[in-house]
């Protein structure tokens, strides 16, 4: 089986900065596309940010010049640096994997349990 666990919400003011972070583990040969999706009350869950295994990343543009999403391979975590916080970006967040398993070999995408991120005005 695979889990994905994050870590690193909670609650913060208007112009803060939280970090989190996303661990993968399991049988996991390799991971291709990671990112992170958030879905506030009432509203559907959106795209965040992602990014491949080459470092390539993409950015909703709501986010955009505020977050950072990066990766350790060697670990199998990906990060996310969200800075300049706003209250609309209050939501629950989720770290979201394209992995090869093995045992036997096969492709799995997999989510986490999400992470709750309060900001307040």
């Known amino acids: 089986q695979v889990q994905l666990v994050e870590s690193g919400g909670g609650l913060v003011q208007a112009g803060g900065s939280l970090r989190l972070s996303c661990a993968a583990s399991?049988?996991?040969?390799?991971?291709?596309?990671m990112g992170w999706y958030r879905q506030a009350p009432g509203k559907q869950r959106e795209l965040v940010a992602a990014i491949t295994r080459g470092n390539s990343t993409t950015y909703a543009d709501s986010v955009k010049g505020r977050f950072t999403i990066s990766r350790d391979n060697a670990k199998n975590t990906v990060y996310l640096q969200m800075n300049s916080l706003k209250p609309e970006d209050t939501a629950v967040y989720y770290c979201?994997?394209?992995?090869?398993?093995?045992?036997?070999?096969?492709?799995?995408?997999?989510w986490g349990q999400g992470t709750q991120v309060t900001v307040s005005s």
């Open positions: 979201n994997a394209d992995l090869t398993l093995y045992g036997p070999i096969r492709t799995y995408n997999s």
């Open positions: 399991g049988r996991i040969l390799s991971i291709s596309a």
